[in-house]
């Protein structure tokens, strides 16, 4: 079973409690995996390289070439938020939602649809990771009744 709700409502803070962080600790916590803790500056984007193209291959992630539909939990997704390199990372954990965390906000779970959809880039999944399952393909009115239960 994934398990995720303790890692939400975490503040914000560059290279300690961030969108790397919250994967590290996701990984740790669901499959037992340790992914090196990279040092992050704050002017990532400005420097016109990415943390994560240059070091996910060395933790062990393979990209995949998959439609977004057929994403499993444990998933990892690379997105582009004001910049044109990924430096956003979430985590997919099924039932249409990922988690994240954004700079000036608490990590959260959302539904991975619109923006994060539009600004993703990549999708990776870890080699290790083999036992999670499909989630099966809902609407978004769906994933929320299922979730919410409206």
Known sequence: MIEYKNLLGRQYETGVSDCWSIAIDYYWQNHGLRLTNYARPSDLPELGWSLYLKYLETEGFE??????RLLKPSDLILMTLRSNLPHHAAVYVGEGKIIQHLPGRLSSAVFYDGTWRSATTNLYRH?????TQTIPEMTLEEARKNVLGY
């Open 63 to 68: 990209m995949l070439d998959i439609p977004v």
């Open 127 to 131: 080699k290790l990771v083999k036992d």
